[in-house]
């Protein structure tokens, strides 16, 4: 297992961990009609960039899960219909912020009005001024889900060795395990999954005895069976998460300001949590 490169880092830890294909062009909607809410309006369609495979925020090509559930609410609350685009991660947030929000793709497509799944970091903010990130809407860390019938407790790494652990190799997760203990936990690691979903259904399988992920990732699979426990990851440093949100351009306020109220009534009404259960999730505020 390598030290994560600049794109494992920057997508897992705040700068968080995304990839796929299949995205889809607008060959409709002029780019520089992007983010003006007049203009949104007046045609009656907010375009929201959302990755394309990211479960459970985006799933079936992203046309699924809970960022294409959430698009769509607050283009009901913009009094729109949503058109989502679905994109395949680049080399790094940078990359996904210049393709999807502020100038476009160079195979043609993007950018949108809206992208959803951005994380609300203080670099990234600083290292993008063409974009305003905002509106969080869910906390993302680094945690592990055990079997409590094989594994009573987990406090620490002495209490992994002997026991069959996976996690997807190219993520912060996946750097944290097979580093933890000077490697102690390798030669029982099983790194070929494709995501925390796809270890976490594994452990449901019982093919592994503790898997690790993001928690969002671990919960959606096993966090409504009393079989399972999900719990923080047991090392500093993984640290505390980070929160994802939503980008437009700078100059894009009044839809900023649309966008955020969008969010704070659904915030408020429930409809955010309601969203997020539909993915057995249970939504706190950020």
Not at 168 to 195: E, H, V
Request: net charge neutral.
């Amino acid at each position: 297992m390598h030290h994560p490169n600049r794109r494992d880092m920057l997508r897992q830890m705040a700068l968080a961990g995304l990839a796929g294909t299949g995205a889809l062009g607008l060959p409709g909607l002029a780019r520089a009609e992007t983010g003006n809410l007049e203009q949104i309006k007046s045609r009656g369609v907010l375009t929201v960039a959302v990755y394309d495979d990211l479960p459970p925020f985006s799933t079936d090509k992203g046309h699924g899960g809970i960022d294409a559930l959430l698009a769509q609410a607050i283009a009901a609350q913009l009094g729109v219909k949503a058109k989502l685009l679905p994109f395949p991660g680049g080399e790094d947030m940078e990359d996904d912020l210049r393709f999807m929000v502020w100038k476009g793709h160079y195979l043609g497509y993007g950018p949108a009005d809206l992208m959803l799944h951005v994380p609300v970091e203080a670099p990234l903010m600083n290292s993008n001024p063409q974009v305003n990130i905002f509106a969080p809407y869910w906390r993302e860390r680094v945690m592990v889900a055990r079997n409590r019938e094989v594994v009573s407790e987990l406090k620490g790494f002495d209490a992994m060795k002997g026991l069959d652990l996976g996690v997807a190799g190219q993520t912060l997760a996946g750097w944290l395990l097979a580093n933890a203990d000077g490697g102690s936990l390798q030669p029982r690691l099983k790194t070929t999954f494709k995501d925390g979903v796809a270890a976490a259904q594994a452990l449901l399988r019982g093919e592994i005895q503790v898997a690790a992920g993001m928690n969002s990732e671990l919960l959606h699979v096993v966090g409504e069976d009393k079989r399972f426990a999900v719990e923080p990851f047991p090392s500093p440093r993984a640290g505390g998460g980070w929160v994802i949100g939503c980008a437009v351009k700078r100059e894009a306020e009044p839809l900023a300001v649309a966008v955020q109220t969008a969010m704070n009534t659904l915030m408020d009404s429930g409809e955010l949590a309601k969203i997020f259960q539909s993915a057995k999730l249970t939504w706190r505020r950020p």
